[in-house]
């Protein structure tokens, strides 16, 4: 793993009561994808990208569990995209959040909406809930290997035969050279935006807050847990958006 992430041990990064203080007070920012998301790379296209295999893999789709939906962009493009109702989970740590992202997809047109104010690790929904799951920078918040475990099964469970995951991500690498320099590409994209400071400041707050796998390794453990077609959408530098299939 990168110097960058591994020099504070998982035990010492944020908790989750940090990261929902720190989300509760940013719901205007992340509502709006262009200031949301202008520390992604490609974060737009990326949303865009999912949104369009979505409607394709699954064009009959009725449920969605958004995980981390923050202000909602997600299922907003989704509900938008689909062009009829779709009924929505809604999973976020921050209240907030979770209200302004069912204030949107009211305004847009969407079926039932249950909002689920918790963490990912010990949400508990019925088997075979919904059609699409998308995971849009959530997933980063894992530490421990048991709990990437726990939590790909837990969607592959909720997920009806023929339904699909959606991720978009921070990732980083296996191969040591190889993170170094997707690393060091992605601090070039961030000094262009706001120089070397705001470079600094980012690469603190993930490697205090953050804790990704590769996209390797994450492939492999939906493949484990029984996913097919798994399958890459998008990647540069250290971020990428994947899925795969139930059945």
């Known amino acids: 793993m990168n110097k960058l992430l591994s020099t504070l041990p998982l035990a010492d990064k944020s908790s989750v009561e940090q990261i929902r203080a720190r989300f509760d007070g ?4 992340f509502s709006n994808l262009e200031t949301g998301q202008v520390a992604a790379l490609d974060g737009r296209l990326m949303l ?8 394709g893999c699954i064009p009959q789709a009725r449920g969605v569990l958004d995980l981390g939906c923050g202000a909602g962009n997600y299922s907003l493009m989704l509900q938008q995209a689909y062009g009829r109702e779709l009924d929505f989970h809604l999973v976020d740590l921050s209240q907030p959040m979770l209200d ?15 909002l689920h104010q918790s963490d990912l690790r010990t949400l508990d929904l019925p088997e075979g809930e919904v059609d699409i799951i998308v995971a849009a920078a959530v997933l980063h918040h894992l530490r421990e290997e048991h709990e ?3 939590v790909f099964a837990s969607l592959y469970r909720w997920l009806r035969p023929g339904g699909w995951l959606f991720i978009s991500d921070l990732v980083t690498h296996d191969d040591p ?3 170094a320099q997707q ?3 992605y601090g070039r994209y ?10 600094e400041q980012v690469f603190a707050y993930i490697a205090q807050e953050d804790s990704p796998r590769s996209l390797a390794f994450q492939l492999r453990l939906m493949e484990q847990v029984g996913f097919t077609s798994c399958e890459v959408l998008h ?4 971020f990428a958006a994947f899925g795969g299939r139930k059945g």
């Open 148 to 150: 990437w475990q726990e």
């Open 26 to 29: 940013d719901v205007e920012r």
């Open 177 to 179: 050279q190889i993170d």
């Open 235 to 238: 990647k540069h530098a250290v």
């Open 190 to 199: 961030l000094e262009g935006l706001k120089g070397p400071a705001y470079r």
């Open 100 to 114: 302004r992202a069912q204030e949107r997809l009211r305004e847009a047109g969407a079926g039932e909406l249950h």
């Open 183 to 185: 690393w060091d590409a």
């Open 48 to 55: 865009e990208t999912i949104t369009a295999a979505a409607r």
